[in-house]
């Protein structure tokens, strides 16, 4: 087998082959995936004229006129604002009820736990798609919340199973002595969850946190649906879909759109910078029970 030795180390050739080759195929998948993106980036500091008959990737100049556009003539830091209140209120209550259902799981012993619990992971296998949007509709109708940010906040607050299950698998990593610890001193359950358990599971809830966020930023059809015919509530994922009309007669503005889509990526991108270290180390060890 050939060799090469530097500094008084060996190194297989058909090693250093196949590392090249891994390297080649990683690079190749990273530009695959980042091609949309900076595309969008670039896109968006065109003209549409630029943008539909160029094959440059950079633009002939950088000009903000799209964003300025967006932002301004079609209330775009209304949606944004929008979206923001409903995101980070239903993240807070999505939090607060994955953590809850899965310490209970995890350290309380009730009746009929097994079977809520079997129904609750049953749910991962079943999909009910838009079967569900018409009685979730007409039960925010029904309860008077259709015509503010409540109806949207209670769409999306249903805390998400595989929340749960990673938090309740965090838990099994946190030893049941700090509960008994807290009971000898006096502290209710309540109490051991909120002043003890709670501070040691921030990486998981961060991990959450940042999908939950992600999930409802992007979330269409139900926003939509709620918002339908009233401008002052809708949100950002809706307000882009809705620029690609341009209005009847119109073309449809491609770099406005692209403009639109970069602001819309600016929030995740930012949590995601903020909650990386966390996020890291809360899947690591969310993901592996014991």
């Known amino acids: 087998m050939a060799k090469i030795i530097t500094n008084n180390k060996r190194i297989n050739i058909p090693e250093l082959l196949i590392r090249g080759v891994m390297y080649a195929i990683l690079l190749a998948i990273a530009?695959?995936?980042?091609?949309?993106?900076?595309?969008?980036?670039?896109?968006?500091?065109?003209?549409?004229?630029?943008?539909?008959?160029?094959?440059?990737?950079?633009?002939?100049?950088?000009?903000?006129?799209?964003?300025?556009?967006?932002?301004?003539?079609?209330?775009?830091?209304?949606?944004?604002?929008?979206?923001?209140?409903?995101?980070?209120?239903?993240?807070?209550?999505?939090?607060?009820?994955?953590?809850?259902?899965?310490?209970?799981?995890?350290?309380?012993?009730?009746?009929?736990?097994?079977?809520?619990?079997?129904?609750y992971i049953s749910v991962l296998f079943i999909h009910a798609g838009t079967a569900t949007l018409y009685p979730k509709y007409q039960l925010i109708v029904d309860m008077g919340i259709n015509k503010n940010f409540l109806g949207l906040i209670f769409a999306e607050s249903a805390a998400p199973i595989t929340a749960i299950l990673l938090v309740e698998g965090y838990l099994a990593g946190i030893s049941k002595s700090f509960d008994e610890a807290a009971k000898i001193d006096g502290c209710s359950f309540v109490k051991t969850f909120t002043h003890i358990i709670f501070p040691m599971m921030l990486p998981v809830i961060c991990v959450n946190a940042l999908l939950a966020f992600r999930s409802v930023w992007n979330a269409y059809l139900m926003p939509m649906i709620i918002t339908a015919g009233n401008d002052k509530l809708q949100l950002l994922s809706v307000a882009i879909v809705e620029l690609k009309s341009g209005g009847a007669g119109m073309a449809t503005n491609w770099a406005a759109i692209l403009a639109a889509v970069n602001i819309s990526i600016v929030p995740v991108v930012l949590v995601y910078i903020i909650c990386n270290k966390q996020f890291i180390s809360g899947v690591s060890a969310g993901g592996v029970k014991g």
């Open 31 to 119: 530009a695959v995936t980042l091609f949309p993106v900076v595309y969008s980036l670039l896109g968006g500091f065109k003209t549409t004229q630029e943008l539909m008959t160029s094959s440059s990737l950079i633009p002939k100049s950088f000009s903000f006129e799209n964003y300025v556009y967006v932002w301004d003539r079609v209330n775009f830091g209304r949606y944004t604002f929008n979206s923001l209140v409903v995101t980070v209120a239903v993240v807070l209550v999505q939090m607060l009820m994955s953590t809850m259902t899965a310490y209970a799981f995890s350290r309380r012993d009730f009746r009929f736990k097994k079977i809520i619990r079997m129904m």
